[in-house]
């Protein structure tokens, strides 16, 4: 290939002598370059991509990538011939027309100037023809001095190769610039693509936002009358299917709320049509919702009668939980409301007095001591003692002290505030006072009747006043406090423990301070008609004692009797039987009565009792006839041991007695 082209160049230029291993004489400055290369450097600039590109013309050094780039493949197939450019020495010697001793004849070489010759274009890189040629001179030189070696056919074969694998290369290069010039193209439209659905986007964007904004303001005006006007489908299904559990009783609220912002609109002069469509909505729902809260509510109630059931937990877990349905059907159906009121106070009327029932059973085979009248201050030892182990009607025959508390005021100061429960109490052996059943049963009691009224409070308000719930709780409890009350009058009825009796009384009163703490108001009446039964006969009790005393003191004899001193020698001065069991007695009741006053009832009883026991003690003394120191003696021994035994005593009434009983014996160790 190349070949031919240097042949065709050598028959374009004549006779000129070829200059092998490099290239032809130019006007412009010589380029370093490979040999052999028909590709040089531009001189207008450098540019990556036309520096390997670029083809030796005539004319021109066009880029490949401009106006005349040849698509796939190097110019090299274009071209069938290279052009060689003319010696320089022969055109500038037809410039100056000044021919050169070594130029051939301008006439043989080149036939003369013609018109092709005026219009060639050089460069001359901005040098003057003088510079030009002195530049060429020296070049000349230069290459004179090295022997030239002409190129040959057997040079190019052996240069064949690499021409090819540049060319492979070239085609390779253009191929991929080919492909990234498509690539380009391909991003660039893609790009456009891009662009134009940013601005589609955008356009959209705007338009959604003005949507919105408007949207927005429609639904800030028209949102809370469409709220009103409307009730969701959910809100439908579920009052009318669902399950009624705390969600469900929240859309009874919802429901109320409509009804009165609808009624509301309904009174104002323009009505909306939508308005019109809600009202028998709003109605149909109400009483879908009265029908459903009555049949749970009747569901409770039937479980309250329930054998073997705890009330307050189903009070807790299926009323309180709910409570609001209640509300809504007494607003809404208040007859209906009254009617499940009273079925409920019916079911917990019957539920009370059947569990105080068993209770009060269970309570009544405890084992009690039985003091009887025989158990008083006066009476005479041995026949108490005969009618303790005889026992009346399957009474205790344990030995007991009538006189005596101990440990049993540890019922008023125990913090266990649970009741014996029905099965201990059936398999208890052991033998009580009468204030265990009292205070087991009222304290149950108690606690039910409190936790009762907290419910019918909480339950059934605000729909029902207290007043009204006060009524319903005394309704509910009359047949149990009945029973409380026979309960206590047959524990007392019958019994002289004057201590037992005050026990009761001081557990009774607990039971009221407890109640007003509670803020249990309905159980008063329970309370104070326990007192009506329980002092009256403790005042039986205290008749009793001073009569005992009474009956001693009348047994002696008014005057002294004549002794002699060998008899009144042999009489003892020890405290009398009666000293110690009223000092005993006197004792108990002031250690129950610590926190009384001067107006505690007990008082005047005691006073009285003081009085008679001391008027016994008088007489007793003067059964020892002329010795008066022997008499005094005996009642300061008397008085002494009262003293003792009440010494240690806290309290107001305790002082007071303290303090008498003091003066008493030291008046008598005076006389001593």
């Avoid at 109320?256 to 909306?272: G, L, T, V």
């Avoid at 009747?298 to 009323?319: E, G, M, Y």
């Avoid at 084992?367 to 009618?387: F, Q």
């Avoid at 009144?568 to 004792?587: E, I, W, Y």
């Amino acid at each position: 290939m190349w070949l031919d082209r240097l042949a065709s160049g050598a028959a374009a230029s004549g006779p000129a002598t070829p200059q092998p291993g490099s290239r032809p004489y130019s006007p412009a400055p010589r380029r370093t370059s490979s040999n052999l290369s028909p590709y040089i450097t531009s001189q207008r600039g450098h540019s990556p991509r036309a520096s390997s590109l670029s083809l030796v013309s005539n004319d021109s050094s066009s880029s490949l990538l401009t106006g005349n780039r040849r698509p796939n493949g190097s110019g090299l197939r274009q071209a069938s011939t290279v052009e060689r450019p003319p010696d320089p020495l022969i055109v500038l010697d037809k410039l100056l027309d000044t021919p050169s001793e070594n130029a051939p004849n301008i006439n043989e070489t080149t036939g003369g100037i013609n018109e092709g010759d005026i219009e060639f274009e050089t460069d001359f890189g901005g040098l003057s023809l003088q510079e030009l040629a002195a530049q060429v001179e020296d070049a000349e030189g230069s290459e004179s001095q090295a022997p030239r070696r002409l190129q040959t056919a057997d040079d190019y074969e052996k240069e064949r190769t690499k021409f090819e694998d540049l060319h492979k290369s070239i085609t390779a290069c253009d191929d991929v610039l080919h492909s990234v010039e498509v690539n380009l193209a391909s991003f660039r439209n893609d790009l456009a693509t891009v662009s134009a659905d940013i601005e589609s986007l955008q356009d959209r964007s705007t338009a959604l936002n003005n949507r919105l904004e408007n949207r927005q303001k429609v639904e800030k005006a028209l949102g809370p009358l469409v709220e009103e006007l409307s009730v969701s489908p959910e809100t439908i299904t579920k009052i009318s299917e669902g399950q009624v559990d705390e969600s469900w009783a929240k859309l009874l609220a919802e429901i109320d709320r409509r009804s009165a912002a609808h009624k509301k609109r309904s009174s104002e002069p323009e009505e909306i049509k939508a308005s019109e469509d809600l009202g028998p909505l709003l109605e149909k729902l109400t009483l879908k919702a009265i029908e459903r809260i009555r049949d749970f509510l009747v569901a409770q109630i039937k479980a309250l009668r329930s054998p073997h059931i705890n009330a307050q937990i189903i009070q807790q877990q299926s009323f309180l939980r709910f409570r609001d349905l209640y509300t809504f059907l007494y607003k809404h159906h208040s007859q209906l409301a009254d009617e499940i009121a009273l079925a409920y106070m019916n079911t917990m009327r019957w539920y009370y007095i059947n569990q105080f029932s068993r209770y009060e059973k269970a309570l009544g085979k405890i084992k009690l001591h039985i003091l009887d009248k025989n158990d008083a201050l006066g009476h005479d030892e041995t026949t108490r003692k005969a009618t303790v182990l005889s026992g009346a009607r399957g009474a205790s025959v344990t030995p007991h002290d009538a006189f005596n508390l101990g440990r049993r005021i540890d019922m008023l100061k125990t913090k266990n505030h649970s009741a014996l429960s029905s099965y201990l109490a059936e398999e208890d052996n052991s033998t009580h006072y009468l204030e265990v059943p009292f205070r087991n049963f009222n304290l149950a009691l108690i606690d039910n009747a409190t936790a009762e009224y907290t419910f019918l409070a909480t339950f059934f308000s605000p729909s029902l006043s207290f007043s009204r719930i006060s009524k319903n709780f005394n309704y509910i409890f009359e047949p149990t406090f009945a029973l409380g009350q026979v309960l206590s009058k047959t524990l007392v009825s019958e019994t002289y423990d004057a201590l037992g009796l005050l026990l009761c009384i001081r557990l009774n009163q607990h039971f009221a301070f407890d109640l007003q703490r509670r803020k249990v108001p309905a159980v008063d009446g329970y309370v104070n008609g326990t007192n009506m039964l329980l002092w009256p006969r403790l005042q039986v009790i205290f008749d009793r004692h001073c009569e005992s005393v009474r009956h001693l003191t009348n047994a002696l004899p008014s005057k002294p009797p004549n002794r002699s001193a060998a008899d009144v020698a042999k009489m003892t001065t020890a405290p009398h039987m009666v000293t110690q069991r009223f000092g005993q007695l006197l004792q108990g009741f002031l250690a129950l009565s610590a926190e009384g006053g001067d107006d505690e009832p007990v008082v005047p009883s005691l006073r009285r009792l003081r009085t008679d026991v001391e008027t016994f003690l008088t007489r007793q003394s003067q059964m020892y006839g002329s010795d008066k120191r022997k008499s005094q003696r005996f009642l300061y021994n008397n008085y002494s041991l009262i003293l003792t035994i009440i010494g240690d005593e806290v309290g107001k009434l305790a002082e007071e007695q303290q303090a008498h009983f003091e003066q008493l014996k030291e008046a008598y160790r005076e006389k001593s």
